[in-house]
């Protein structure tokens, strides 16, 4: 069955910006609840704070000479429990209004999430003893954006309820480029053989420890790489709501069994003079 059934990614750095101070946790979770409400049974994923990069605040972060390689994201909300806790206890508290996933940003080690677990449990224990509503049972997923996550991606399958690849980033940083420096820019490829080495192993470790695997990212939604993500076994699809369409259409021509035995071969030449002839091939890049 193909259709577009969730919110696959709600960003709430919005609620950060544009303002003086931070938003509290009321805040956070009358906005939860209303987008929650709306959706009327339709799940959606809320990213938690993903600040720092290209998404600076005022007195949140400090001052970076590489803020993409700097605090932020989960490092920032692990630094200051004083942003993060109201987030996680809004997130909790409005869960019980529909179905919600959690989705942490830039993880790049285990101790993260275990960290972030632990937040989590302390969080819900603190909510039941002041007698506050919340969703005991919510997966939490972790963006897989740098390499060394992707490299990791069979162990974070274990700890975590699903995953999500993070194209934007993950292509940016696995080729040392900076997508938004016009003098570099050029050498942003997502069909880069380690770009499609870390793609797959990231959707074999979902498979292997049976967890839902999806991507977002402008990859995501674009049809000339669309074909490959199926035959790589890509089956979740997150993406601005102008390219449904074109995506849809692209899915509804495809056959996932012959893209499947197509991609095995490509990925068994990547780097080898056949390499562009599949890719082509499947792509159907010219």
Do not use: W
Request: charged share 25%; hydrophobic share 40%.
């Amino acid at each position: 069955v193909l259709k577009a059934d969730a919110v696959g990614l709600y960003r709430t750095e919005f609620l950060y910006m544009n303002r003086q101070g931070m938003p509290d946790e009321e805040e956070h979770y009358r906005t939860y609840r209303k987008v929650i409400e709306g959706l009327d049974g339709i799940p959606i994923t809320i990213r938690t704070l993903d600040l720092g990069a290209d998404k600076q605040v005022d007195g949140c972060t400090a001052a970076s000479c590489n803020p993409a390689l700097g605090l932020r994201a989960i490092r920032l909300c692990l630094k200051e429990p004083k942003i993060f806790q109201p987030q996680i206890r809004a997130i909790l508290r409005a869960a019980i209004h529909g179905p919600v996933r959690i989705m942490i940003p830039m993880l790049s080690n285990l101790q993260e999430v275990r960290k972030l677990k632990a937040i989590i449990a302390e969080t819900k224990r603190q909510l039941a003893e002041e007698g506050l509503p919340y969703a005991d049972h919510i997966p939490i997923g972790g963006m897989i954006e740098v390499p060394a996550a992707a490299l990791s991606a069979d162990a974070f399958s274990k700890e975590l309820d699903f995953l999500s690849i993070g194209t934007n980033d993950l292509i940016q940083y696995t080729l040392a480029i900076d997508r938004v420096d016009d003098e570099v820019n050029y050498l942003y490829d997502p069909l880069h053989p380690a770009i499609l080495r870390l793609i797959q192993t990231v959707i074999e470790a979902g498979k292997a420890a049976d967890i839902p695997v999806s991507m977002c990212g402008e990859m995501a939604g674009d049809p000339r790489y669309i074909p490959l993500l199926v035959g790589m076994g890509l089956r979740e699809f997150s993406m601005q709501p102008g390219s449904l369409l074109i995506a849809k259409e692209c899915l509804f021509s495809l056959s996932a069994e012959k893209l499947s035995k197509q991609t095995r071969k490509l990925m068994k030449k990547l780097g080898s003079s056949k390499h562009e002839r599949l890719l082509d091939k499947i792509c159907r890049l010219h």
